[in-house]
């Protein structure tokens, strides 16, 4: 998530009245979760194991619980709580606006886009050209949709990310700001969910359907001309790149990588990256054409045990 004005290091800690190891002119332009962090940008950390990755990371500004050695060129945020002031910066720089109208005045709608009754778009949501917005469809702010698109009934896009952090009193969420993106040519089935970001953008990318009933996770980017099945199921930071086939009910762990061409089998719950244009198949999913195998053997241990026994 990018600040529409750069900030500097020492307004940030007035901001969340915590120390700072840096210069106080230091440029803010933003924030970011780890995977997508770029130089300028604030990353939080709040545990021993993950300190070398956020200081070795692309992110300038770490917000940090510990006093650490600055690393040249960069600039440290020191907080006794980074979750909860990555949350304070989420809510300063993005705060929830509520909205009285269907349908956003702030909203941009496309030339000969069709809007359904009950359809609900929120603040800056872009809607480009030639869409068909069905019944019940709930578009949260800032989203972006291109044009050519068709959204069914009941599809929400924007919720927040489903990401908590266990304290004593419950569980915290971590603050969504990022934005929902849908390209041009997409068909997003009915009663489908798509989280927004964290902090950047959740993506479905050109030419890709998906199905009825399917769960995108935040911060996920779906590839070009994908198709997805009902009842799938995708984590949040999941990268499918072009040309991805999931069949129904798949499921899909946080953070994997599904490479170009891939075919997922239905059922299959896949918990590794996979390798461009090979077939997967079962729970945990393995190469297609090797678990078939397997299971031709394993029909046969009666019959090698028979023969065994008659020896």
Not at 30 to 35: C, F, Q, R, T, Y
Not at 196 to 204: A, C, K, L, Q, S
Not at 242 to 260: E, F, R, Y
Not at 262 to 283: C, P, R
């Amino acid at each position: 998530m990018k600040y529409s004005v750069p900030q500097t290091l020492e307004k940030i800690a007035r901001i969340l009245n915590c120390d700072y190891v840096g210069d106080a002119n230091f440029p803010v332009f933003g924030m970011n979760e780890i995977h997508v962090v770029e130089p300028g940008d604030i990353v939080f950390v709040d545990h021993p194991k993950y300190y070398d990755k956020a200081l070795e990371s692309k992110a300038t500004i770490v917000l940090i619980n510990k006093e650490v050695a600055c690393p040249e060129g960069k600039a440290l945020l020191i907080s006794d709580d980074p979750f909860r002031d990555f949350n304070t910066l989420t809510n300063h720089f993005n705060p929830f606006v509520a909205s009285n109208t269907m349908i956003s005045e702030s909203a941009v709608i496309g030339v000969n886009t069709v809007i359904q009754p009950n359809v609900f778009v929120g603040n800056n949501v872009k809607i480009g050209d030639d869409c068909v917005i069905h019944s019940n469809v709930c578009i949260y702010d800032d989203a972006i949709i291109g044009d050519n698109v068709t959204i069914h009934a009941g599809t929400i896009l924007g919720a927040s990310a489903f990401y908590y952090k266990n304290r004593p009193e419950g569980y915290d969420q971590l603050k969504s700001g990022g934005r929902v993106i849908i390209e041009d040519n997409v068909d997003l089935g009915a009663l489908c969910t798509i989280d927004r970001g964290v902090t950047g953008d959740t993506t479905i990318g050109e030419g890709s359907k998906l199905d009825n009933q399917i769960q995108i996770g935040h911060d996920t980017i779906i590839g070009k001309k994908c198709l997805i099945a009902s009842q799938t199921g995708i984590a949040g930071c999941v990268v499918v790149e072009d040309n991805v086939t999931l069949w129904g009910q798949v499921g899909v762990k946080s953070g994997l990588t599904i490479a170009k061409g891939t075919v997922i089998y239905a059922q299959s719950g896949l918990g590794q990256d996979t390798e461009e244009g090979k077939t997967y198949f079962g729970s945990p999913a393995q190469e297609a054409r090797s678990q078939f195998k397997e299971m031709a053997y394993i029909k046969k241990i009666p019959e090698i045990l028979k023969k065994l026994k008659n020896i």
